[in-house]
C-alpha cells in the first residue's frame, strides 16, 4: 500500500510483559515520528527519528519505552514491563523531508494498546 | 509552559451551515500551523497547512485564518455535510521537529 502501516493494529499485554510496535513508513520518507494518544487527547509526540538516526527521544515517557530505525525505513517501539498507564493508541507519522514540523505528516492507523 | 486550547465540547450543526472551530495557544510564537482531520479508529489525516506570514488559506470548502496577535487560529468548513464528521486536531511546530497537538473538537454535522 501507499500509506503509512502500523502492526499489530490490536494488542493486549498483561502487566509487566513486553511488547513491540512495527511501523512500516510511506518508502523514501525520510523523517519518521511516534506518538501517544490517549483517548479523547491529541498525539503526544514519543520520539523522532531522521534515517536511522534518532535525533529526539525527549517524549519517551520512561526508560522502559525504546525505538530504534535500523536500516531507516521500519521502525519499532517496544515497551517492557508494560504498565496499564501505558494503555493508549500509539501513532507512527512519517513525512518525506527532514525536521517535519513546517511539512504534512502522514499517520498510520495505530496500534490500540491494552495493558491488563 | 506552552499549551494549545480547543473546545473540548461537540459542535453540533445543521447540514449546509458553516462550522467554526477555534484553537487558542500561549506561550508559543509558531511559525507554522496545521490542522488534521481524526475519524474513530483512524490515524489524522493532513488538511491544511497555515504559516505565521499568511492571514488565511483555503483549499475547497474550507478556510483557516491564523492571528498571531491573537494567538488563535479558526478552522471554517462552509456548507457542511454528514461527511464532514470527524474530530478536528489543531497542530503546532514547538521549536522542535515533531508537532503539538490540542485535544481536538469533535464535530457533528446533522443531516
Known amino acids: 500500500g501507499a500509506g503509512v502501516s502500523q502492526s499489530p493494529r490490536y494488542k493486549v499485554a498483561k502487566r509487566g510483559q513486553d511488547v513491540a510496535l512495527r511501523c512500516d513508513p510511506i518508502?523514501?520518507?525520510?523523517?519518521l515520528f511516534w506518538y501517544q494518544q490517549a483517548l479523547g487527547q491529541g498525539p503526544e509526540f514519543l520520539t523522532y527519528?531522521?534515517?536511522?538516526?534518532?535525533?529526539?527521544k525527549s517524549g519517551l515517557p520512561s526508560d522502559r519505552f525504546f525505538a530504534e530505525r535500523p536500516e531507516g525505513s521500519v521502525s519499532t517501539l517496544k515497551i517492557q514491563r508494560t504498565q496499564q498507564e501505558d494503555s493508549a493508541v500509539y501513532l507512527c507519522?512519517?513525512?518525506?523531508?527532514?525536521?517535519?514540523?513546517?511539512?504534512?505528516?502522514?499517520f498510520g492507523d495505530g496500534t490500540r494498546l491494552s495493558i491488563l | 509552559s506552552q499549551k494549545i486550547e480547543q473546545n473540548s465540547e461537540a459542535l453540533n450543526i445543521q447540514e449546509g451551515k458553516t462550522a467554526t472551530l477555534t484553537c487558542n495557544y500561549t506561550?508559543?510564537?509558531?511559525?507554522?500551523l496545521q490542522w488534521y482531520r481524526q475519524d474513530p479508529g483512524r490515524g489524522p489525516v493532513f488538511l491544511l497547512l497555515?504559516?505565521?506570514?499568511?492571514k488565511e488559506k483555503r483549499k475547497e470548502r474550507l478556510k483557516v485564518t491564523f492571528d498571531t496577535t491573537l494567538k488563535q487560529s479558526l478552522f471554517h468548513i462552509t456548507a457542511s455535510q454528514p461527511a464532514d464528521s470527524a474530530t478536528y486536531l489543531c497542530?503546532?511546530?514547538?521549536?522542535?521537529?515533531?508537532?503539538?497537538f490540542g485535544s481536538g473538537t469533535r464535530l457533528q454535522v446533522q443531516p
Open positions: 497555515i504559516r505565521e506570514n499568511e
Open positions: 507519522a512519517s513525512s518525506p523531508v527532514m525536521g517535519g514540523n513546517n511539512q504534512p505528516q502522514h
Open positions: 506561550n508559543y510564537s509558531p511559525a507554522y
Open positions: 497542530a503546532l511546530e514547538s521549536g522542535r521537529r515533531a508537532l503539538t
Open positions: 518508502s523514501g520518507h525520510v523523517s
Open positions: 527519528f531522521q534515517n536511522e538516526a534518532q535525533l529526539d
